[in-house]
């Protein structure tokens, strides 16, 4: 694990945490084909922290599903680190791939019947690991994300951004390389979604993982990246890649700079106004 | 750390706080309707002066039962249907259970049988009962039959329902940390399916005890059913009320033990806190 996170992104090519080479994805919808990624390439650095950045229906899920290996590109290939996710089309993805990729999703999807403890262990159960080690890492990954005193809880007693952040912890527990993280603090408010951020940013910093992150938020977008990749509406395509290099760690008063406003205004201009 | 964690809001399960009164309520409550009912019952065979025929004044059906219970024979009985109703029940458990969860997990083959399990549901189930009688006899064996055939597709309905209902969302979740098909039976699809499956189970053993009452008013001389026939037959109305007190306590009971599982099953479910289903 690398701890060098504020140099500049690392050379594109070969060595990269993941790439993306000519993927595109077409649904097959009742009224006929629909086309959600126009063929897209793109590649991410190990440690890098590259933010996803379009309307709703720009394939930006999309591509990020498809990179957790929840759908199948119906073209093109996925690589992380040396290994191809898909082996061919339709086929599962590659399992040591996999294991190296850690997944927030939009919704906390914790289990109600799981205290907290247990919602952050669950992708080590069935692993060789015992109860007594199982529990002794929840506590250490719910400490890294503030939760320490919540372990015995149960999920329901936790506000949305508390829920979020065992999610976050849960993604973590396997000690994945890469971090792919959906949207995952937009249903939450404005105050709590900076808190984030900032655990966020911190969290990325101490542990040198690689980050893709979605969002549909301009700001949020050039507050934590090192590149936003921009997609366009529907048919997704990479419309622009912007480099963000505000010094680390960031914290909000970046989003106050003269330079911070003009990059989320060349955002949003191209975005067309959205947001 | 780059920030504090919120407190924590502890809600009320189904997200509001809704008043249900102090907890002793019931305790209140339940004997006074209890003693208004009767008080009802008394003045009304005493006002409209209606024969005992008819509507024996409560104290008399209060006589019978304490007659009844001194006789082995009412032990007897209620054992009887006891034990239709638990047989039958727990045949219906096992097989509504499983049948719902294979139609839960293969839509297509619920697709092709629904119209055959509507179909046998229209099916008046008391028409069944002679068919029954002509099966398996005037014996125990046709009502334990009753029993698990109306008990039977409230629960295969529930356990449908509770597969059908698991989130998207942790369906992915399962495959994004590779839970291998075992990991994701007894990981998501059990404990989320849970609470409707014991929905399921706790109207079923309603409808259990009914078709075992049913099956024995409509032949057989066993159980309390037949028992209330007898009382009806040689016109002792006052001990057929007992017999249905009998009745609706064996049901109480039955319904009190489903329900208690059912919240010991699942102490984090938001239903947990009551009874809501009937």
Known sequence: ?275 | MASEPQAPTTRDPSGTRRETGPRWLLWVTTPLILAAFIGGWKLYTIVFDIGELILPPPEDVWFALIELLGQPMIYQATYVTFYETMVGFLIAVVFGVALGIVLGKVRSLERVLSPFLVATQVVPKVAIVPLLLLWFGFGLTSKIFMAAIISFFVMTQNTILGIRSIEPGHRDLMRVIQAPWWKRVISLDIPAALPAVLTGIELGIVFAITGAIVGEYLGGDEGLGALATVMLASLRTDQLFAVVIIMTLLGFLLYAVVAGIRRFAIPWHESSGRATSL
């Open chain 1, 1 to 275: 694990m690398s701890e060098a996170n504020s140099g500049p992104p690392a050379v594109v090519g070969s060595g990269a945490a993941i790439s993306v080479r000519g993927v595109g994805k077409t649904y097959q919808a009742s009224a006929g084909p629909v086309q959600a990624l126009l063929p897209t390439d793109l590649e991410v650095a190990p440690g890098e922290f590259v933010v996803l950045l379009g309307p709703s229906g720009c394939g930006k899920t999309t591509l990020l599903r498809m990179l957790a290996g929840l759908i199948s590109p119906t073209e093109g290939t996925i690589g992380i680190g040396d290994k191809p996710l898909f082996t061919g089309r339709n086929s599962t993805p590659d399992r040591d791939a996999l294991g190296s990729l850690g997944f927030v999703f939009q919704a906390p999807n914790l289990m109600p019947w799981r205290k907290v403890w247990r919602n952050i262990a669950l992708p080590l159960e069935g692993k060789g690991t015992t109860r007594a080690e199982r529990r002794e890492r929840a506590a250490e990954m719910a400490e890294k994300v503030g939760l320490a005193d919540f372990l015995d809880h149960y999920p329901k007693a936790l506000s949305g951004g508390m829920q979020q952040r065992v999610a976050i912890a849960r993604a973590l527990i396997h000690r994945p390389s890469i971090l792919l993280m959906d949207e995952p603090f937009g249903a939450l408010d404005a105050m709590t979604r900076d808190q984030m951020n900032l655990l966020l940013q911190q969290l990325w910093l101490d542990t040198g993982k690689t980050i893709v992150l979605v969002t549909h938020s301009i700001t949020e977008a050039v507050f934590l990246a090192d590149r936003v990749v921009l997609l366009s509406q529907r048919p997704g395509r990479v419309q622009d890649v912007v480099d963000v290099e505000f010094a680390r760690p960031r914290d909000l008063a970046v989003t106050a700079e003269p330079h911070f406003g003009e990059q989320v205004g060349h955002l949003r201009k191209q975005l067309g106004g959205h947001r």
